[in-house]
């Protein structure tokens, strides 16, 4: 019995190791992606976004007179508008994130946390870096090839003290390219979807 009763230890003992090995990678996995879009950000990369999104994603804007957007396509179109914006006016932008609670399954995570967005204008202008900031709802998928992408996409507008007030959750994607006393900021209101023209900025 004593036999039997250890290799029912070493069993279990075997695949807690494996589930836990599988779970880190897929922590990475995901949290990988936050570095994915935030370069695609910083680069003004189309490409690295296409990467990140399912065919069928959807995206939620806080905006309240925008639809619920469905398709990668079409999730696409909003950056390319809001990426063009911002190279029009040589500006540069960076955005990070901070999550707080995932909830992670064999194929579907949801992560929930904070996201800060930078703008910083062409020298030239004098302006001043500028900020929004927001809460964020983001399901994943693991698809056939094990890659991670976005399924939901949702957002919410928050004050940016929340972003900086958060705390890392192990194993959990946790931005920190951003140090709120570095340069003066001010709240403004960029959407991916705001036509060109009709930017505040």
């Given at each position: 019995?004593?036999?039997?009763?250890?290799?029912?230890?070493?069993?279990?003992?075997?695949?807690?190791?494996?589930?836990?090995?599988?779970?880190?990678?897929?922590n990475e996995a995901l949290n990988a992606n936050y570095?994915?879009?935030?370069?695609?950000?910083?680069?003004?990369?189309?490409?690295?976004?296409?990467?990140?999104?399912?065919?069928?994603?959807?995206?939620?804007?806080?905006?309240?007179?925008?639809?619920?957007?469905?398709?990668?396509?079409?999730?696409?179109?909003?950056?390319?508008?809001?990426?063009?914006?911002?190279?029009?006016?040589?500006?540069?932008?960076?955005?990070?994130?901070?999550?707080?609670?995932?909830?992670?399954?064999?194929?579907?995570?949801?992560?929930?946390?904070?996201?800060?967005?930078?703008?910083?204008?062409?020298?030239e202008t004098g302006e001043p870096t500028s900020v929004?900031?927001?809460?964020?709802?983001?399901?994943?998928?693991?698809?056939?090839?094990?890659?991670?992408?976005?399924?939901?996409?949702?957002?919410?507008?928050?004050?940016p003290d929340f972003y900086f007030s958060a705390k890392?959750?192990?194993?959990?994607?946790?931005?920190?390219?951003?140090?709120?006393?570095?340069?003066?900021?001010?709240?403004?209101?960029?959407?991916?979807?705001?036509?060109?023209?009709?930017?505040?900025?």
């Amino acid at each position: 019995m004593s036999q039997i009763k250890l290799l029912c230890i070493s069993f279990i003992s075997i695949m807690s190791f494996y589930v836990s090995a599988e779970q880190t990678t897929d922590n990475e996995a995901l949290n990988a992606n936050y570095k994915v879009f935030s370069a695609a950000f910083e680069n003004l990369d189309l490409n690295k976004i296409d990467n990140i999104y399912t065919n069928d994603a959807v995206y939620i804007s806080e905006t309240l007179d925008k639809e619920i957007v469905t398709g990668k396509k079409d999730i696409l179109a909003l950056y390319t508008v809001f990426f063009k914006k911002i190279a029009k006016k040589s500006a540069h932008i960076d955005v990070d994130f901070r999550v707080i609670n995932r909830e992670l399954s064999d194929k579907n995570a949801t992560d929930v946390g904070y996201y800060l967005v930078r703008f910083h204008p062409r020298k030239e202008t004098g302006e001043p870096t500028s900020v929004f900031s927001g809460k964020f709802v983001l399901v994943s998928r693991k698809g056939t090839d094990n890659q991670w992408q976005f399924i939901v996409d949702s957002n919410t507008k928050a004050n940016p003290d929340f972003y900086f007030s958060a705390k890392p959750v192990s194993n959990l994607y946790f931005g920190r390219q951003f140090n709120p006393t570095l340069e003066p900021v001010e709240e403004v209101d960029i959407e991916p979807e705001t036509e060109p023209e009709t930017h505040n900025h």
